[in-house]
């Protein structure tokens, strides 16, 4: 099942299933770049607020980045039903430029849930699907059943799969033979991992050469250190706020600048840990209104961070320069 437009006229840098009776091979789908996994504001009631949401867009659109990654952990995709999770997808894809890469976050708990969402955000404009690993019942959640649940998924997955691992919310880290295992899948083009283990990050690097599969960092904490050991880019949080910045440490990087990205990485490092380990989405939302964003409040039941928690999220950014 190809979208319905067929990926808008073959954008260059997408590509398409070629379908050979029951053999489909996918092509490359470049991934190097930066990306903010963006918020989802919400109105008072807490329905999606899609002109915030709009006025959001147009100041990203005027930052390089490669694209944006919707309905992440940092839009509260699991406060979102099915379809609110698809119509913010669709109308972020209605208001972004047909050269920057839209990634969906389709993961569910269930690998039916997950290829069904796929599908919907393949049809909503979706260039590629984020898929977090299940963990519910995360004590079963062993190689084998990641494997399967990951294969069953990007069979049926119209666009390209990224893989996520983000241990810090699910509690499972997608084991290292599993990655090497699905990265010869011809549907599976990537990998986003927030665990911060660069190890783990260079031997999967290295163990997948032969894939030409790609590292995303889940985090700009460790951007800088990601790229070193062969990450394309990165998704994240911290890029909602400063993503001129962080496009120009993945620039310091690529062009072999290291000693200028060292400096700027270590201006990042505590701001990104604010918004994220330490005071996670609700810090990111507050960061948003201060740089001339719509972050505004949380779904329920997560709580507008405490008067407290401001002024060390404020401390946070002016002690490295960026307030």
Not at 54 to 71: A, T
Not at 220 to 249: D, Q
Not at 299 to 319: G, I, K, N, Y
Request: net charge positive; proline share 5%.
């Amino acid at each position: 099942m190809l979208c319905a437009r067929l990926w808008r006229g073959l954008r260059p840098q997408c590509t398409v299933w070629k379908q050979n009776q029951s053999h489909r091979v996918a092509a490359r789908l470049d991934l190097s770049g930066i990306y903010p996994p963006i918020a989802t504001p919400f109105t008072a009631k807490e329905d999606v607020d899609y002109q915030k949401l709009e006025e959001n867009l147009q100041s990203y659109v005027r930052i390089p980045f490669k694209g944006l990654v919707v309905q992440g952990s940092n839009g509260e995709y699991p406060y979102l039903t099915d379809e609110e999770r698809v119509d913010v997808v669709r109308a972020v894809r209605r208001s972004l430029p047909a050269d920057k890469l839209l990634m969906a976050g389709s993961g569910c708990e269930s690998t039916r849930a997950t290829v069904q969402l796929s599908e919907k955000m393949a049809a909503a404009g979706a260039d590629a699907v984020l898929v977090v690993t299940p963990c519910f019942y995360r004590g079963r959640m062993d190689g084998r059943a990641l494997i399967r649940h990951f294969t069953k998924v990007a069979d049926s997955s119209p666009v390209p799969v990224v893989l996520y691992s983000v241990p810090a919310n699910t509690g499972l880290e997608l084991p290292l033979d599993a990655v090497v295992q699905l990265s010869q899948h011809p549907n599976i083009v990537g990998l986003k991992d927030s665990g911060g283990d660069i190890t783990r990050l260079g031997l999967i690097v290295h163990k997948t050469k032969a894939q030409d599969f790609q590292v995303l960092a889940g985090s700009a904490g460790f951007l800088m250190a990601a790229y070193c050991v062969g990450a394309v880019g990165g998704v994240c949080a911290l890029a909602n706020v400063l993503g001129r910045e962080l496009c120009e440490l993945q620039t310091l990087c690529v062009s072999g600048r290291w000693e200028e990205a060292r400096v700027l990485q270590q201006r990042l490092i505590e701001p990104n840990a604010a918004v994220t380990r330490k005071l996670g989405v609700p810090a990111l939302k507050q960061a948003m209104e201060w740089f001339g964003l719509h972050g505004g409040a949380c779904r329920s039941p997560l709580q507008p961070v405490t008067e407290a928690e401001v002024q060390q999220l404020r401390r946070d950014f002016s002690s490295n320069g960026w307030l």
